[in-house]
């Protein structure tokens, strides 16, 4: 799949990679978005906050970390990067671990992918993770709605100038 490489770029603006969300022209509601960068300057990640509650809070937040990235580092019940910042978007203090996975496969366009269903103790939260080929783990946590199989066809590389600093 051609979103699946890795930008060249010469003097990159943003990631070195291309970040895969949801477009922001698609949805209604506020979008922020994140760089995680390393002592460097490198990206070590991009995540997308999308408030589909019409200004009451973040709904989902998508989260593209390369390999080597320190977020993609967890303990044994520790929930990934994508889930700890929604928790602290909608000023949730609880205690949240991971309960269990399970890997599913969809189908994106002609592509398979393996799905983990990341399980949590608290249940308004779903959580999914996918590995693209160019070793980016994609990560979808989503607060009081169901992932369904339909949202991975909405999933689309985002252009590089959404994440320039200007």
Known sequence: M????????ATPAGPDFDVLAMDPGDWPGNLGA???????????????????FGGRGPAMIIGNLPEGSPARDLG?????????????ALENDED?????TEDCPVMQGDNLLIVRKVKLSETRISCVQ???????????????????DDLYALLKPLPAELFQQG
């Open 2 to 9: 051609s979103f699946l490489r890795r930008n060249r770029a």
């Open 34 to 52: 994140g760089l995680l960068p390393a002592p460097d300057g490198s990206c070590q990640g991009v995540f997308l906050r999308y408030d589909l």
């Open 76 to 88: 044994e019940d520790q929930v990934p990067f994508e889930v700890a910042q929604l928790l602290d």
């Open 96 to 100: 949240v671990h991971v309960t269990g």
């Open 130 to 148: 996918f590995d693209r080929s160019d070793n980016v783990l994609v990560t979808i946590a989503s607060w009081d709605r169901p992932i369904s």
